[in-house]
Nanobody
Framework: QVQLVESGGGLVQAGGSLRLSCAAS????????MGWFRQAPGKEREFVAA????????YYADSVKGRFTISRDNAKNTVYLPMNDLKPEDTAVYYC?????????????????WGQGTQVTVSS
Protein backbone atom coordinates (compact mmCIF):
# COMPACT_ATOMS: atom_id res chain seq x y z
CA GLN A 1 0.00 0.00 0.00
CA VAL A 2 1.30 3.44 -0.94
CA GLN A 3 -0.21 6.70 0.18
CA LEU A 4 0.57 9.84 -1.80
CA VAL A 5 0.15 13.42 -0.62
CA GLU A 6 0.65 16.34 -2.98
CA SER A 7 1.52 19.88 -1.97
CA GLY A 8 2.71 23.11 -3.53
CA GLY A 9 -0.28 24.14 -5.57
CA GLY A 10 -1.64 27.67 -5.54
CA LEU A 11 -2.51 30.76 -7.51
CA VAL A 12 0.13 32.32 -9.73
CA GLN A 13 0.20 34.81 -12.56
CA ALA A 14 1.02 33.75 -16.10
CA GLY A 15 4.75 33.44 -16.54
CA GLY A 16 5.25 32.52 -12.91
CA SER A 17 6.49 29.35 -11.27
CA LEU A 18 5.36 26.76 -8.75
CA ARG A 19 6.93 23.57 -7.45
CA LEU A 20 4.71 20.62 -6.69
CA SER A 21 5.81 17.91 -4.30
CA CYS A 22 4.42 14.46 -3.68
CA ALA A 23 5.34 12.62 -0.52
CA ALA A 24 4.87 8.86 -0.43
CA SER A 25 4.44 6.61 2.56
CA UNK A 26 5.99 3.19 2.95
CA UNK A 27 9.34 1.66 2.14
CA UNK A 28 8.55 0.62 -1.42
CA UNK A 29 8.76 4.02 -3.13
CA UNK A 30 11.65 3.04 -5.39
CA UNK A 31 9.61 0.15 -6.83
CA UNK A 32 7.36 2.59 -8.63
CA UNK A 33 7.54 4.80 -11.65
CA MET A 34 5.98 8.07 -10.53
CA GLY A 35 3.75 10.25 -12.63
CA TRP A 36 1.95 13.55 -12.58
CA PHE A 37 -1.43 13.99 -14.21
CA ARG A 38 -3.81 16.92 -14.32
CA GLN A 39 -7.48 17.50 -14.83
CA ALA A 40 -9.04 20.81 -15.76
CA PRO A 41 -12.76 21.50 -15.25
CA GLY A 42 -14.81 19.83 -17.94
CA LYS A 43 -11.81 18.04 -19.40
CA GLU A 44 -10.42 14.56 -19.17
CA ARG A 45 -7.45 13.76 -17.01
CA GLU A 46 -4.21 14.07 -18.94
CA PHE A 47 -0.66 12.89 -18.52
CA VAL A 48 1.88 15.55 -17.59
CA ALA A 49 5.18 13.89 -16.69
CA ALA A 50 6.67 10.68 -15.31
CA UNK A 51 9.98 9.46 -13.93
CA UNK A 52 11.32 5.93 -13.72
CA UNK A 53 12.18 4.15 -10.50
CA UNK A 54 15.69 5.58 -10.09
CA UNK A 55 15.26 8.68 -12.23
CA UNK A 56 17.04 7.29 -15.27
CA UNK A 57 14.16 8.03 -17.60
CA UNK A 58 11.81 10.99 -17.69
CA TYR A 59 8.78 11.52 -19.87
CA TYR A 60 6.78 14.65 -20.63
CA ALA A 61 3.65 15.71 -22.42
CA ASP A 62 4.46 17.94 -25.37
CA SER A 63 2.51 20.78 -23.77
CA VAL A 64 4.91 21.01 -20.82
CA LYS A 65 8.27 20.09 -22.34
CA GLY A 66 10.88 22.70 -21.58
CA ARG A 67 8.78 24.26 -18.82
CA PHE A 68 8.23 21.44 -16.30
CA THR A 69 10.94 19.19 -14.86
CA ILE A 70 10.15 16.02 -12.94
CA SER A 71 12.60 14.66 -10.38
CA ARG A 72 12.58 12.33 -7.40
CA ASP A 73 14.47 11.73 -4.19
CA ASN A 74 14.10 8.10 -3.16
CA ALA A 75 15.77 8.76 0.19
CA LYS A 76 12.95 11.18 0.99
CA ASN A 77 10.18 9.21 -0.76
CA THR A 78 9.32 12.35 -2.69
CA VAL A 79 8.75 13.31 -6.30
CA TYR A 80 8.88 16.91 -7.48
CA LEU A 81 7.46 18.91 -10.36
CA PRO A 82 8.91 22.38 -10.71
CA MET A 83 6.77 24.29 -13.19
CA ASN A 84 8.05 27.39 -14.95
CA ASP A 85 6.54 29.83 -17.41
CA LEU A 86 3.07 28.82 -16.34
CA LYS A 87 0.18 29.53 -18.68
CA PRO A 88 -3.55 29.87 -17.99
CA GLU A 89 -4.08 26.56 -19.79
CA ASP A 90 -2.01 24.86 -17.09
CA THR A 91 -4.81 25.53 -14.63
CA ALA A 92 -5.99 22.19 -13.26
CA VAL A 93 -5.95 19.87 -10.31
CA TYR A 94 -2.61 18.07 -10.38
CA TYR A 95 -2.38 14.48 -9.21
CA CYS A 96 0.61 12.40 -8.26
CA UNK A 97 0.41 8.69 -9.00
CA UNK A 98 2.48 5.51 -8.79
CA UNK A 99 2.73 2.66 -11.28
CA UNK A 100 4.77 -0.54 -11.16
CA UNK A 101 5.20 -1.00 -14.92
CA UNK A 102 7.24 1.83 -16.41
CA UNK A 103 5.89 1.36 -19.93
CA UNK A 104 2.45 2.34 -18.65
CA UNK A 105 3.72 5.77 -17.63
CA UNK A 106 1.25 7.79 -19.70
CA UNK A 107 -1.85 5.65 -19.09
CA UNK A 108 -3.68 6.85 -16.04
CA UNK A 109 -5.92 3.82 -15.70
CA UNK A 110 -2.88 1.59 -15.29
CA UNK A 111 -1.60 3.46 -12.24
CA UNK A 112 -1.85 1.68 -8.91
CA UNK A 113 -2.04 4.56 -6.45
CA TRP A 114 -3.18 8.18 -6.57
CA GLY A 115 -2.92 11.22 -4.38
CA GLN A 116 -5.80 13.52 -3.56
CA GLY A 117 -4.65 16.30 -5.88
CA THR A 118 -3.53 19.89 -5.51
CA GLN A 119 -5.06 22.87 -7.30
CA VAL A 120 -2.94 24.99 -9.62
CA THR A 121 -4.52 28.19 -10.92
CA VAL A 122 -2.75 30.43 -13.39
CA SER A 123 -4.24 33.87 -13.97
CA SER A 124 -3.77 35.80 -17.18
Amino acid sequence: QVQLVESGGGLVQAGGSLRLSCAASGRTFSRYTMGWFRQAPGKEREFVAAISRFGTNTYYADSVKGRFTISRDNAKNTVYLPMNDLKPEDTAVYYCAAVIVESHYSTGKMYDYWGQGTQVTVSS
